[in-house]
């Protein structure tokens, strides 16, 4: 049994598509297909079914998932503290941030908050909220950074791992400011006149949010989507193109609302408070990584 082949297992349970999780894996359909089918000879045991579309983990690869991942993390986690102590290793800690919080946040949180941050070997990979989850629990990042709120759903199991409040934000609706510097569009809108709504695709953690609060609004609410993304910086930017209306962190648009750029398109009622949370599996990690989790928690 190869290491490869339980990576490979975790990129099909995860994306659900052979091909889409070659592309990501960087082979080719028909070579990943044939490990796939080791891994299962050598199990014993289909793993997934392959007649549902996205394809599904069969009952056998329910119960080897949690597996799959226990292994794959052990092995990584091992690797990095042996290759960490060579005496030439400079400290290194992995992490995996959503595209938003990438750029507004976590520079200025490193460089600020962290002791050491400038001296730390650090390696940060931008994604979607579901894509930096998978890297934590694939052991392929030793952080994960996200937007908290009770409406988000984290995929990741509780007793495996735990996060800590790094930082407070807001999620905030807003739209291109007029030349009086108030919102072309305020919520909740008119009936016969919806707003625009530019919203969150399913891979991203604010969506969820935001559609918790649209399912029950406040008050009742008229608009209608006209855009989908993951991407917040993506949204930012129609907004101030004057293409409708989005839910985006307090901290991104600061600095819009300040030059006039953007406004608030709503009172209180549609402000989202959010933490700012970083987790990580409950499992040692190499000491630079352990170092900085123990400064968080004493903090």
């Known amino acids: 049994m190869e290491k490869r082949w339980l990576e490979d297992f975790l ?40 007649n549902t579309k996205p394809v599904s983990l069969s009952d056998a690869g329910k119960q080897f998932l949690p597996v799959a991942e226990e292994v794959c993390r052990q092995l990584q986690s091992i690797q990095e503290q042996l290759s960490s102590q060579s005496e030439n290793a400079k400290p290194k800690v992995h992490f995996a941030i959503p595209h938003g919080l990438s750029l507004w946040f976590f520079p200025q949180w490193l460089s600020s908050t962290v002791p050491g941050g400038r ?88 969506g969820q949010a935001v559609n918790n609060l649209l399912n029950e609004p406040p008050t009742p609410v008229f608009v209608t989507q006209v855009f989908t993304s993951h991407l917040a910086g993506v949204l930012r930017s129609l907004t101030r193109e004057g293409r409708g209306l989005a839910w ?16 608030y398109a709503g009172d209180d009622r549609w402000r989202i408070p959010t933490e700012i949370r970083l987790y990580r599996a409950v499992d040692p990690l190499p000491k630079p990584a352990e170092e900085l989790w123990t400064f968080l928690n004493d903090a």
């Open 119 to 206: 001296d730390l070997d650090v390696r940060l990979e931008s994604m979607n909220f579901l894509d930096c989850m998978r890297h934590l629990r694939e052991s392929r990042c030793h952080f994960a950074m996200s937007h908290a709120h009770p409406a988000i759903a984290v995929p990741l199991a509780e007793q495996l791992f735990e996060s800590a409040v790094v930082g407070r934000d807001a999620l905030i609706p807003v739209t291109m400011a007029d030349a009086h510097g108030a919102p072309v569009d305020r919520l909740p809108g008119e009936p016969d006149d919806p707003i625009p709504l530019l919203a969150y695709s399913e891979e991203s953690a604010i």
């Open 11 to 50: 990129a099909v349970a995860a994306i659900g598509n052979f091909t889409q999780a070659a592309q990501v894996r960087g082979g080719t359909q028909s070579a990943l297909s044939r490990r796939i089918q080791a891994l299962e000879e050598w199990l014993g045991a289909e793993l997934f079914d392959r």
């Open 248 to 263: 985006v962190p307090e901290s991104m648009v600061q600095d819009d609302i300040k030059l006039g750029r953007l406004a």
